[in-house]
Nanobody, 121 residues
Framework: QVQLVESGGGLVQPGGSLRLSCAAS????????MGWYRQAPGKRRELVAAITTGGNTNYADSVKGRFTISRDNAKNTVYLQMNSLKPEDTAVYYCNADRVQTDGGYEYNRWGQGTQVTVSS
């Protein structure tokens, strides 16, 4: 089973920056879509950004112009550069990999354990 491990979360002041990383492990040939979701207390999990193997991206309106998603296909790793952070960005951020091609077939919607991002003065 494909495993995802996130890193880079922490406490940051408003206006600050963080860079999240997520590495997928396993015998992986391709991950069609990698993305970042977030969930704040009392709210539903929402898509923050996603990126395809070919580099096409999609962002939530609330983070456009502030966050940048990127990936290294050779390393099966996705990144989220978060700039100009706001208190509203506080949430647990989860890495997602969808349509993962492995030697044993396809896996769908694999999730990381989540990493806490807190934006506060």
């Amino acid at each position: 089973q494909v495993q995802l491990v996130e890193s880079g979360g922490g406490l940051v002041q408003p206006g600050g920056s963080l860079r999240l990383s997520c590495a997928a492990s396993g015998r992986i040939f391709n991950i069609n879509v990698m993305g970042w979701y977030r969930q704040a207390p009392g709210k539903r999990r929402e898509l923050v950004a996603a990126i395809t193997t070919g580099g096409n991206t999609n962002y939530a309106d609330s983070v456009k112009g502030r966050f940048t998603i990127s990936r290294d296909n050779a390393k099966n790793t996705v990144y989220l550069q978060m700039n100009s952070l706001k208190p509203e960005d506080t949430a647990v951020y989860y890495c997602n990999a969808d349509r993962v091609q492995t030697d044993g077939g396809y896996e769908y919607n694999r999730w990381g354990q989540g990493t806490q991002v807190t934006v506060s003065s």
